[in-house]
């Protein structure tokens, strides 16, 4: 078994301190939080998750006698956009911290605010992202720019981050990481900040939690170890897919990908979606799972449409025979059963994606019941992981966001993480 890059980078030079035990007394802490939280067209936050998600962290600080200076990214703003402000959600966080929130109107001017903060204090900055430094990605280069002005606008915007950077270590005497979601950027906040705390960075509650969870699945897991890959294409999954391969006991394979796999193996799939470039993917995926050892299920009976909507005329059928004006849109009750009896055979289960176009209430059935026998394991006693947007909004609806052991809030961190890739936020933490 291949083990993943976490953890191999423990033996370094540098100190790599922790939340529960820092002294912050006396201390400025810069927390990199995610408040990158849905707003109405009222400016008023719709979910607020993220900003729940950050209390304990921030709350930490506070309670061991530090300040607090946060800084976040919120929308992808192309430069200072109203719309885009951290402003906004001042409120919000002042309620759930229970402390005032002063407010830097740019964060690259607040020297004098964090120069004068006070244990107990706490200082929100501007949206990062209103600088381009803060991805590191040059803006507002015309549409027909050269190749030479592409690279001189990227080395321009590369030579003023360095700069960014050190202003806002500036501020601080501490630095804690606590975006999950931005952790596979290495943007400036997220990765590059941290080189000016070699002995004073850490993580946050949220990414210790998404780190323990996620290598409870990929690093010691209890087996059997069982995955369920949904989604909509393989091309976009096969990165999992390949580095779960060499992890798991059994791969569960549901959703749109279905019928890549089903084509390749000779069968009719009518309308459904296929990619018919990816045939030969989908076939050495299953050659190499057999080399491997890995029982892989894919939906062999599903609900077919005569149309892509919700009150489509529908049949059951063979997914590997499917009529020609149907198409494939959920898991069939058998095929749901036969997933159902693996899962709650295993004791270690991950999720990631829907088995149908859960976004439908007639399709969500499959998705719907993955999510319900993934409670009920649980409450057996495995550890259950669900990740991804569609699972995570599919176990919410259901009501079972606090029935799983773990629900990821990083989307695109979480499957790179899966994939087996160095996240730059963890590394720089690590490193
Ligand atoms: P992904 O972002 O790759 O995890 O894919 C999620 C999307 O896959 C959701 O929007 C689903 O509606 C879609 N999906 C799942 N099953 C199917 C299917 N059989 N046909 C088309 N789309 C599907």
Redesign the pocket.
């Known amino acids: 078994m291949r083990s993943i890059p976490f953890g191999q980078k423990l033996l370094t030079k540098h100190i790599m301190q922790n939340i529960s035990n820092y002294d912050f007394s006396g201390k400025k802490a810069i927390v990199r939080v995610d408040f990158n939280v849905p707003l109405n067209d009222k400016f008023e936050i719709t979910d607020d998750t993220r900003i729940r998600a950050a209390i304990p962290t921030l709350k930490k600080v506070l309670e061991k006698g530090g300040a607090l200076i946060i800084m976040s990214h919120l929308g992808r703003p192309k430069g200072v956009e109203a719309k885009y402000s951290l402003k906004h959600i001042i409120g919000a966080v002042e309620a759930k911290l229970g402390a005032k929130v002063q407010f830097a109107d740019d964060c690259m001017k607040a020297d004098a605010q964090a120069a004068a903060l006070k244990p107990g204090d706490v200082l929100l900055l501007e949206n990062l992202r209103f600088y381009a430094e803060e991805e590191g990605k040059p803006r507002g280069l015309a549409a027909d720019a050269s190749d030479e002005e592409k690279k001189a606008a990227k080395a321009a915007v590369k030579a003023s981050q360095k700069e960014f950077v050190k202003k806002l270590a500036s501020y601080a005497d501490c630095y804690i990481n606590d975006a999950f979601g931005t952790a596979h950027r290495a943007h400036a906040s997220t990765a590059l900040i941290a080189e000016y705390f070699p002995n004073d960075k850490m993580f946050g509650y949220v990414m210790e939690g998404e780190i323990k969870a996620i290598n409870t699945v990929l690093e010691s897991p209890q087996r059997p170890l069982t995955a369920i890959i949904?989604?909509?294409?393989v091309s976009?999954?096969i990165g999992i897919i390949s580095h779960l391969l060499d992890l798991v006991d059994n791969l569960v394979i549901g959703?749109?990908m279905v019928y890549t796999f089903k084509k390749a193996l000779g069968g009719k799939v009518g309308k459904?979606?296929c990619e018919d470039d990816q045939q030969d993917v989908a076939l050495n995926v299953l050659s190499e799972a057999k080399k491997k050892g890995v029982k892989v299920y894919l939906s062999d009976t599903v609900v077919a449409a005569d149309d892509f909507s919700n009150d489509a005329n529908t049949i059951i059928c063979p997914s590997n025979n499917i009529p020609d004006d149907y198409?494939?849109?959920d898991a069939a009750p058998e095929a749901v059963a036969k997933f159902r009896e693996v899962i709650l055979a295993s004791k270690t289960i991950l999720w990631n994606?829907?088995?149908?176009?859960?976004?439908m209430p007639n399709f969500a059935k499959g998705t719907n019941a993955i999510a319900q026998t993934l409670k009920e394991a649980t409450d057996k006693g495995a550890f259950t992981l669900v990740g991804?947007g569609?699972s995570v909004a599919a176990v919410t609806q259901m009501g079972y966001a606090d029935k799983v052991s773990y629900v990821s809030t990083g989307g695109g961190a979480m499957l790179e993480y899966l994939e087996g890739k160095v996240l730059p936020g963890i590394a720089a933490i690590q490193g």
């Open positions: 949904g989604g909509s294409k976009s999954k959703g749109g459904s979606l198409e494939g849109v994606g829907p088995v149908g176009v859960f976004e991804g569609d």
